[in-house]
C-alpha cells in the first residue's frame, strides 16, 4: 500500500519562504505524476503544484504560481515544493500525493492516499 510523508511545516512570517519535502514510498505502478495541494481552514481542499513524471511539465494554481516551484530529487520519490514570497492566504496543511493523470488543466489526478499533511502558518 502506498505511503506518503510530509515535512517541513511550520510558522513563518509573511514574506519569507519555506520549503516542504514528501517522501512517497510504494507507488503504483500505474504513477505518473506527483503534486501538492492544501486545505485551508474551512476550504476545500485546493491543488497547488503537479508535476508530470513522463515529460517534466509542470502546473501550478493560479493563487501561487510565480511563488511556489515544485521540483523531484533525483528522478526519486522525494517531492519538493519551495514557496517564496508566502502571505496569509498560503494558510493551510499542505499534503503532497500520487497519481495516474497528469492534465495542464488541473494538475496531477491524486490516488486516494495520503499523509497526515504539513501545516504551513502565515503570520501577518
Known amino acids: 500500500q502506498m505511503q506518503v510523508m510530509e515535512s517541513g511545516g511550520g510558522s513563518v512570517q509573511a514574506g519569507e519562504s519555506r520549503t516542504l519535502s514528501c517522501g512517497l514510498f510504494?507507488?503504483?505502478?500505474?504513477?505518473?505524476?506527483m503534486g501538492w495541494y492544501r486545505r485551508a481552514p474551512g476550504e476545500e481542499l485546493e491543488g497547488v503544484a503537479a508535476l508530470d513524471l513522463d515529460g517534466g511539465d509542470t502546473w501550478y494554481g493560479n493563487s501561487v504560481r510565480g511563488r511556489f516551484t515544485i521540483s523531484r530529487h533525483n528522478a526519486g520519490n522525494t517531492l519538493y515544493l519551495q514557496m517564496n514570497n508566502l502571505n496569509t492566504d498560503d494558510t493551510a496543511i499542505y499534503y503532497c500525493a500520487a497519481g495516474s493523470f497528469y492534465t495542464n488543466l488541473v494538475g496531477c489526478v491524486h490516488f486516494d492516499s495520503w499523509g497526515q499533511g504539513a501545516q504551513v502558518s502565515v503570520c501577518a
Open positions: 510504494r507507488l503504483p505502478d500505474n504513477t505518473k505524476c
